[in-house]
């Protein structure tokens, strides 16, 4: 019979981070997790990194191209909030 968080074991020993859910708290690092039966585990969630191109189309406004070379990077937290923003 397989442990209950075998997926997330296996994740983890190739070098996933994995949080665990405190009632009180949320999710929480684990650092290394105790992987307890009775408490629920997850993977991380990553922060998304999306580039742009940004140019002056001289209408008042930008305009935005991923098929060109970028020159902006946004950063966005797992629930979608922008994190971070530079120029390239």
Same mark, same amino acid.
């Given at each position: 019979m397989k442990h209950t968080h075998y997926n997330l074991i296996l994740l983890w020993a *190739?070098? $996933?981070e994995v949080e665990y /859910?405190?009632?009180n708290l949320g999710w929480k690092d684990t650092g290394i997790p105790q992987w307890n039966? !009775?408490?629920q585990y997850r993977i991380k969630p990553q922060n998304k990194v999306?580039? /742009?191109q940004v140019q002056d189309s001289n209408i008042? !406004?930008?305009f935005y191209c *991923?098929? $060109? @070379?970028? *020159?902006l990077e946004l950063?966005? !937290?797992p629930e979608g909030k922008l994190i971070?923003? @530079?120029?390239?």
């Open positions: *190739n070098g $996933a /859910y405190d009632e039966h !009775s408490k999306r580039q /742009y008042s !406004s930008l *991923n098929s $060109a @070379k970028p *020159n950063t966005f !937290s971070s923003s @530079k120029v390239l």
